[in-house]
């Protein structure tokens, strides 16, 4: 029996072909033409002006940071629940975070529930798993508080609010090309804009602030965090079976919800298919143990990951109180297998292992 991991990148021959041809044509790897094709095309799917491609995600919510002017003496709204890289970001860049509860029902940061300094201003909006709030009412919530809308859209590629592209709301958004996202170049962060003053700033911030290309003057500080070509290459092939990838995540979620809909110890998020392209296949367990489930899983060659812990939990954070929802949903969330290329009969094997589980809580 073939393990199941709970994540693992799609890469094809079409990847595997057009990197041979473009090692073979003499290309110098480093960011070029291929990147600037691999921007453009990105720019033509989301419906922006600019895009920006850069080393991870992390640094590509740095970069927003700084193109936006924000730094020490500065503070940022970020939700309890995200990846750490989302306030590791804001304090990168010398600012003070401000932790916020979520809503339950999307995991994003719950509005009603941000406290504004008189420093404050930015808010980093975390579209968890393809999820998020009323943008409308995110937008209308910056603008009356003065402050940027960052989009940290890291796990919603694909991902709609009515008809526009999530990440495509704010002054900046922000998405990642790790494994195990919708479309990857194993490492890589985008930044989209559709300010030409923000692009020309993140151009300069990424590239050691250069008055042009290849030109050894600068006018302030910047940094190396170009993309390359060769990363470039394999993210044009990703993009090219975009539509197939955001189906299939669908489509699994779907099956998913139906293999697990009698199962009274899970409990799924509302999502609506129809905009929400689910990074992850995630579940709330109800009186039982995570730590055994994880585990039993393991037992029946099945990888799982619980959620990420409350920001709070973190060391770095620790000073910063608690908050309700995050702690009650992140110790008991988990993510089961998610990868694109998941077949509907393992999602079948899964639901099976996941009902004997139930019928041995009860038998115990």
């Not at 489930?293 to 060391?315: A, D, M, V």
């Amino acid at each position: 029996m073939n393990f199941i991991h709970q994540i693992e990148p799609l890469i094809t021959g079409s990847e595997i072909k057009a990197v041979t041809e473009y090692l073979q044509s003499g290309g110098w790897l480093t960011e070029f033409k291929k990147t600037a094709e691999f921007e453009q095309k990105i720019a033509d799917f989301l419906g922006v002006k600019y895009v920006v491609v850069v080393t991870s995600g992390t640094v590509a919510l740095y970069l927003s940071l700084l193109s936006l002017g924000i730094g020490p003496g500065d503070s940022v709204v970020v939700p309890d629940y995200t990846m750490i890289a989302t306030p590791n970001s804001v304090r990168w860049a010398g600012a003070e975070v401000l932790l916020c509860d979520v809503e339950r029902d999307t995991l994003c940061a719950d509005l009603s529930k941000v406290e504004i300094k008189e420093n404050t201003k930015a808010m980093t909006y975390v579209a968890i798993n393809g999820r998020s709030g009323n943008m409308h009412q995110v937008i209308d919530f910056c603008k009356s508080n003065n402050l940027y809308l960052i989009e940290d859209a890291c796990q919603a590629f694909g991902s709609k609010w009515g008809n526009q592209f999530l990440g495509t709301f704010g002054d900046v958004g922000v998405f990642s090309l790790t494994p195990h996202k919708i479309i990857t170049t194993g490492q890589g962060g985008v930044i989209v804009t559709n300010s030409r003053l923000t692009y020309t700033r993140l151009k300069k911030l990424k590239d050691f602030y250069r008055v042009g290309p290849g030109v050894d003057v600068h006018t302030d500080i910047g940094y190396n965090f170009k993309f390359t070509d060769l990363q470039a290459v394999i993210g044009i092939e990703q993009l090219k079976t975009i539509d197939y990838k955001v189906r299939q995540k669908q489509r699994m979620y779907e099956v998913y919800a139906e293999e697990l809909a009698n199962i009274k110890f899970i409990e799924m998020l509302p999502t609506n298919l129809e905009q929400t392209v689910p990074w992850f296949v995630d579940v709330l367990l109800k009186d039982v143990s995570r730590d055994a489930f994880i585990s039993y899983l393991k037992e029946n060659e099945i990888g799982s990951r619980g959620f990420y812990p409350p920001i709070h939990s973190q060391k770095p954070y620790s000073d910063y109180g608690t908050f309700d929802v995050v702690s009650e949903i992140a110790s008991r969330g988990v993510w089961l297998p998610s990868s694109i290329g998941l077949g509907l009969g393992e999602i079948g094997r899964i639901g099976e292992v996941i009902k004997k589980f139930s019928s041995r809580e009860k038998s115990e």
